[in-house]
């Protein structure tokens, strides 16, 4: 129910992310689309006010030119001009190279300064010839920027007419197209492009980069100045451009007009919403984790539930068996159906063997039990090792009789460490337990002690088949056994090696398995502090379980 329930979640989470995805796109595509009609606005804006101010500035310059039909080719000079030009009030700083006149019927061409080159003077020639069939509505000031003998110039004339309103002759100056560039930097300060309610009723134009060009390229005004770095968005990824060229009078110029990208964000009524997605694919994400947390605690859960299903039962069993021989026998003496001294002797026996074996039972379930709610802990003493091993090897020797086990145990000297007896009795026993559980009938178990850089290392070696090497890590989990003894006769908790695995941590040693000299499997168990070896001599004791004691 609850991995369902996720999966509905995730699926849920899932269309709102897709929804979410959508909407976000839909207003980027309209916040588009909006930004695109800003910059068509502004462009037609831009050409209206720039032919109303390039009008201007051509006809008062034009005019500052004008003479009677019959003055003669008397030409001003350009300081004239460009005073004349200042006082009418226009932005147009002209700074001409050339003066000119053509005279049109016999089209006699007077100039002063730069002498006008070949393709310039058939151009005006072509001009004169033009506007003899011009209409009276079309023969005010003109203004041309073309390239002539590859030097791109600007071009303002006007027409002298006679009395009846024919054309006669053309007059006029030239000079460099940037000169314009005071027209168009005059129109952007004071001439709002963009609607009202994007500026609040100011001019501002701060959001256009505005170029304008002639013929050849040539550069008339520029006020994209340098980009600016900004985040890369779906709304940027191209830029808004609208381009045009300047007609009527006004020929050979175009101009382009940008929407800065820095600056398109804030056009957008309302600005753009913050987007949803990278929440609800958080979310998405989340979800997709909760689920697989969920399905790996479930299989951890149904994992744990066999386990302890299996504990309980293998618990049960180990019980059940000293159980009942401690039943049988105690019947057997209370009912008096012993036949000898010697008989009621070894019922005695039996029942302390498995009294024992019950013992050590119940105190790696409890030790275990500590263990896994974190209340078990050591409390160490110095403790002669030797004398230890001796009493467990005794100890143990009855409940291996009934597999004809013998023990060795091969010591280097005496060695004194710091240990918890009940916790370092408890680790050997389970090792004993271990090595004759699983080895042959009839083996020699031994169980040494060597002392390695300052550590003191107890091990218990069997002749049985052994450890597998990936099976070395993982028969010290609680319940794991190796695969080899999975679906076999032998008996066990599962838990008596990730009790020794646990009191050796609490005693700062380490413990591990490998191959014994003999074939078998070797555990050691490596605890620090060792605090007096006495005595360099090696000794060695062994002898069968069925002797009555080892020797001192």
């Not at 929804?19 to 980027?28: D, F, I």
């Not at 023969?139 to 004339?157: H, M, N, Q, W």
């Not at 753009?272 to 979800?287: A, E, H, K, N, W």
């Not at 004759?436 to 083996?443: D, S």
Request: proline share 6%; aromatic share 6%.
């Amino acid at each position: 129910m609850v991995v369902v329930l996720l999966a509905a979640t995730l699926v849920v989470t899932s269309v709102l992310a897709w929804h979410a995805y959508e909407a976000s796109q839909s207003h980027t595509a309209v916040a588009r689309r909006v930004l695109r009609d800003y910059v068509e606005f502004a462009s037609w804006q831009f050409s209206q006010a720039a032919e109303r101010q390039l009008d201007a500035a051509v006809y008062t310059a034009v005019n500052a030119l004008a003479c009677p039909l019959d003055c003669g080719p008397r030409l001003p000079d350009a300081k004239t001009l460009a005073g004349v030009v200042e006082k009418s009030g226009t932005s147009w700083v002209v700074s001409p190279s050339t003066f000119f006149r053509l005279d049109i019927d016999p089209g006699t061409l007077w100039t002063t300064g730069t002498p006008p080159g070949d393709g310039m003077r058939e151009w005006l020639k072509e001009a004169s010839l033009g506007v003899r069939t011009a209409s009276p509505l079309h023969t005010g000031p003109l203004l041309k920027v073309a390239r002539f003998d590859g030097v791109t110039v600007a071009v303002a004339f006007g027409l002298i007419t006679d009395q009846f309103g024919a054309p006669r002759a053309l007059y006029g100056f030239v000079s460099e197209p940037k000169s314009l560039g005071s027209v168009f930097k005059t129109l952007v300060k004071h001439t709002p492009l963009l609607p009202p309610t994007l500026t609040g009723g100011e001019t501002d134009n701060s959001a256009l980069a505005i170029k304008v060009t002639g013929e050849g390229n040539a550069v008339v005004f520029d006020s994209t100045g340098p980009p600016k770095h900004i985040a890369s968005t779906s709304l940027f990824e191209e830029p808004f451009i609208a381009k045009g060229g300047l007609g009527g009078r006004h020929g050979g110029l175009w101009y382009s007009i940008t929407l800065r990208s820095e600056a398109a964000a804030r056009l957008v009524i309302g600005g753009l919403p913050q987007s949803r997605v990278p929440l609800l694919l958080g979310l998405l994400g989340l979800t997709a984790g909760l689920i697989v947390v969920a399905v790996v605690q479930l299989r951890r859960e149904s994992e744990f539930s066999r386990r302890r299903s299996d504990f309980v039962s293998s618990v049960s069993h180990e019980l059940r068996t000293p159980l009942a021989q401690i039943r049988m026998f105690s019947e057997t003496l209370l009912l008096g159906r012993v036949r000898s001294d010697d008989e009621a002797r070894r019922s005695l026996e039996i029942i302390q063997q498995e009294s024992q074996r019950l013992t050590h039972l119940v105190e790696n379930v409890l030790h275990y039990s500590r263990g896994e709610r974190g209340v078990d802990r050591v409390v160490t003493q110095p403790i002669a090792l030797v004398p230890l091993l001796r009493e467990l090897v005794e100890a143990f020797g009855p409940l291996a009789r009934s597999r004809r086990v013998t023990f060795a145990l091969d010591a280097d000297g005496e060695v004194v460490a710091m240990a918890d007896p009940a916790a370092l009795r408890q680790i050997l026993l389970n090792l004993l337990d271990n090595a004759v559980k699983y080895g042959p009938p009839g083996q020699t178990v031994v169980t040494s002690m060597r002392v390695v850089n300052g550590a003191v290392r107890l091990a218990v070696d069997d002749e049985g088949p052994g450890i597998a090497a990936d099976d070395r890590e993982r028969i010290w989990e609680p319940f794991r056994r190796s695969d080899r003894h999975l679906d076999s006769a032998v008996a066990g908790t599962g838990i008596g090696l990730a009790v020794v695995r646990d009191l050796t941590r609490l005693h700062s040693g380490r413990v591990w398995v490998e191959a014994a000299p003999r074939g078998g499997a070797r555990f050691v168990v490596e605890l620090p502090g060792v605090v007096r070896i006495d005595g360099p001599d090696k000794m060695k004791e062994s002898r069968p379980l069925g002797e009555p004691g080892m020797p001192a």
